[in-house]
């Protein structure tokens, strides 16, 4: 079973920051209302946080705006718009072990993974889109007639960004990163649950010189704060990562102004083990793929396929994995697993739980709570799934996995697409053509063979059906902070 760990080795960091970040200035809320954020492995309160609302939304966005419409910012050179942002990657590094330390504190996850992941994807992202900044331009087109045409790719305006608790710090980057290169600005409303890292990330990007009201943060709860962002008429995009049933909420809401939407939402993501896998190294991506961030990974592999000959064997192998994970403090660098989120979370697992084994799967390993204190969930294996069982079919967001057989090619494909998500897919086997055939068939926006999670901010991102619109990362997710401008001008 899962053993506790008991040393705290990486110290709790102060919090320096739990204000409103608007035009330069940290206020407090219009309201004078403040919110808790909570440790999710002691349940214990870390700070009280500024808590916005519509008014400190319309002041932030009244702040982008100007900075938007009156410079520096957007009509800074690019290049020098790319070494502001290459500075705050520099200040996130110099910074790394306490934005880690305050990603672990928030959030629950182990400090080895805020270490070795999230903070150093950090940086790469805003290095990768730093270097965009100056290499941003359109066509000259050759159209009929005496004329010269082309096309210039300008920032979109102020853009609206909401994020999810799952990568606090991460998701920042990933959205900051292309509307700082293209020359936007923008209001960020981070998750209730993970303010802190972002709100420090806010302070390193004034100190690296990024101009006030480039960025705007305003704490807050969904319904008001991101409600009142993705309302109102001065903001020209949303940015938007969590739940599909949210994205529909803000569609609606963003309908009057008809404001550009970028989603990035959930998955039942298959990740698919042929018989002529590494059966070894399709084990070890299967319980990373899943366990990894306590299973709250929008391209969890939540599904877990393998074909019928190798099946025995390959849950032997796993179910030892999964009592090989460490749950506990998640500032002991032992530590494999933190807990969930908060209450809710934690909840909704254990109740999924129960409608796996009311449906007939059998859970093998897991299915309980991890100590009497904090939101920790055992790692959760369940064998013999079925299609239609709600643990194969809705995303649960924590660590249980559901293990299904399937025989051939063809049915895996199908099987694997029957589900109105398509956010990522895995496959594993050494058939090349048999990975390709896979890889081209799954409608999923990101299928990896022989690996999963690998994240590169270089590539694209984002979801088939209902995982979301548009991609973030790469090339692709920059075109999404401009819009394209044809000029035609006669040579006569
Ligand atoms: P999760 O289940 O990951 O919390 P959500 O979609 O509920 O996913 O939340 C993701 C982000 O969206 C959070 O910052 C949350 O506050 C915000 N949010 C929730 N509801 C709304 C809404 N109606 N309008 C705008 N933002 C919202």
Redesign the pocket.
Known sequence: MATVTETAVVPVPKVRQTKILIGGEWRDSVSGKTFDTVNPATEEVIASIAEGDKEDVDLAVAAARKTFDSGPWSTMDARDRGRLIMRLADLVESNAAELAALETLDNGKPINDSMAADIPLVIDCLRYYAGWADKIHGDTIPIRGNYFCYTRREPIGVCGQ????NFPALMAAWKWGPALATGCTVVM????QTPLSCLRMGELALEAGIPEGVINIVPG???TA??SL?KHPGVDKIA?T??HL?AQ??MK?AAMTLKRLTFELGGKSPNVIFADADIDAAVAGAEFGLFFNQGQCCCAGSRVFVQESIKDEFVEKLVSRAHERTLGNPFDTGTSQGPQIDQAQFDKILAYVEKGKAAGADCLTGGTRFGNKGFFVEPTVFNNVTDDMPIATDEIFGPVMSILSFKDTDEIIRRSNNTFYGLAAAVWTRDVAKAHLYAKSVRAGTVWVNCYDVFDAAAPFGGFKMSGMGRELGEAGLNNYTELKTVTMSLD
């Open positions: 909401i994020i999810p608790w409303k981070p998750a209730e709860y969904g319904p991101g409600a993705v938007f969590g739940e949210t909420i803000i809401d």
